[in-house]
Structure formats: C-alpha cells, structure tokens
C-alpha cells in the first residue's frame, strides 16, 4: 500500500484530467476548428427574385444561358456527325427546324 497521497493523487488526475481535456477543446474553437473562407460571402449567394421584374429578367438569363448550350451542344452535334460521314465540316449548317407547338398538331389543314 502506498499510502493516502497516492489515493488524493490518482483522485485529483482523475477529476482534473477530463477537466483539462475539455478546457483545451472548449476554449478558443473559432481559431482551432475553423476553415477559412468555408461560408460564402452574401454577394457570392444566389438572390431570390421577389418583384416580378426581377423574376422576368431571371427567366430571360435562364432562357438565354439555356439557348446558349443548346447550340453549343448542337454545334458539337453537328461537327460529330460531319466527322462520322466524311464530309467537310466548313460546310454550311442546315437550317435548324424548331419544334412545332402542341397546337399545331391539332390544326386542321386547308385541304
């Protein structure tokens, strides 16, 4: 038996050592566990348009931007098949046909 200072000792590691554990981690955490620039700044978040001008000129970027892939994307289209056929891509493209609406499905023809 090594005596009562022993017993106080290991007393005295057993309280103070979860104390100083959570001291350590529980102080000073915003430097400790932080990534800098983590959170996005508000100017760089996405604004959600509430007035209806501001809803039209969001549908109109959208629209636009959506167009723009589109004839990349049909561009791509165009010199891939040129290459799968052999035929020269500086050839003029053909006229692209929109698509018709529901409605004139349903038109009756003049005939």
Known sequence: MAGPNLEVFKFGL???FPIGIMYYFGTNLDNKFSVPD???K?????????ERE???AE???LKARRL????LRLEAERLKTAEETGQSSLAAPAE???RRSIMSYFKKSDG
């Open 14 to 16: 057993y309280v103070l």
């Open 38 to 40: 983590f959170w996005p």
């Open 42 to 50: 508000p100017e760089q978040t996405h604004k959600i348009p509430y």
């Open 54 to 56: 501001e809803i039209g």
């Open 59 to 61: 549908l109109d970027r």
């Open 68 to 71: 723009e892939r589109r004839a």
């Open 96 to 98: 692209e046909q929109p």
